[in-house]
């Protein structure tokens, strides 16, 4: 079974340091600390309207970490740009609005294939891999192999707030939902990722997947890391997803 890689999101110590302005905490800094602990990459998201990670962000990250950098961004020829200019390792195209709290679902890949095919394109010929998040569907996993991009990351927002919810039978349609996704990425070529409202327990479920080789987990892992520390946060996580590789392995 492959090695399940740990991408820490960043973008919400950013998000503390701007309720206030200034400089800290500085994401950077936390970068630095959630590699340490075992992150195998660090994504941040720069939105329009600078919410939380901001252009400088992006510029230093690339200059100091000495993992993968995942930039994930809109499909916007701003974006793009400051995309090349910084060069990360890969650049995950998301769907973003400006009223949302947080990615609401998976970029339309069949619906704006036109427009997404030059970004991927541009940034492909530029030697940045790039990502779609894209909902777990047959449809769209056929879009983004006819689009040229190597990899996928399955929004498993609707699974997790399902769980939280209490809503079990939800809850199991989309985990079913989620393993036939990744099943069918591997099939066609694809490089299967997964992220948005994971934690420990569903982190440790989702590991025993084996087509999918990375997680990218943010906001929980900066909440827990008001209790305990940002580096034993990602170091329980570590600890989680290693479990449930152990235990697919294992069945």
Request: aromatic share 4%; with cysteine; hydrophobic share 45%.
């Amino acid at each position: 079974m492959t090695t399940l890689r740990l991408g820490v999101n960043i973008d919400h110590v950013a998000t503390v340091r701007n309720a206030r302005g200034g400089a800290r905490p500085d994401p950077v800094r936390a970068a630095l600390v959630a590699i340490e602990a075992g992150a195998d990459g660090i994504t941040a998201h720069l939105r329009e309207d600078r919410r939380h990670i901001r252009d400088d962000d992006m510029k230093r990250l690339k200059a100091s970490i000495s993992k993968p950098l995942n930039f994930e961004m809109a499909a916007t020829e701003q974006m793009l740009d400051i995309a090349l200019s910084v060069a990360p390792h890969a650049c995950c195209l998301v769907p973003e609005k400006r009223t949302e709290r947080t990615t609401e679902g998976g970029l339309d890949v069949v619906g704006g294939f036109g427009h997404l095919k030059p970004f991927v394109a541009e940034l492909g010929r530029a030697g940045v891999r790039v990502s779609l998040f894209i909902e777990p569907e047959t449809e769209a996993l056929e879009a983004a192999v006819a689009l040229g991009a190597p990899v996928v990351e399955l929004h498993t927002g609707a699974w997790c707030h399902a769980l939280e919810n209490g809503e079990q039978a939800r809850g199991a349609a989309e985990f079913a939902r989620l393993s036939a996704a990744a099943r069918k990425a591997a099939e066609l070529g694809l490089e299967c990722h997964a992220g948005h409202g994971l934690d420990f327990d569903t982190a440790r479920l989702i590991a025993g997947f084996p087509e999918i080789v990375e997680l990218n987990i943010g906001h929980f892992l900066i909440g827990e890391a008001i209790f305990v520390g940002l580096a034993e946060s990602v170091r329980m996580m570590r600890k989680a997803m290693d479990e449930g590789r152990a235990a697919a392995g294992d069945a």
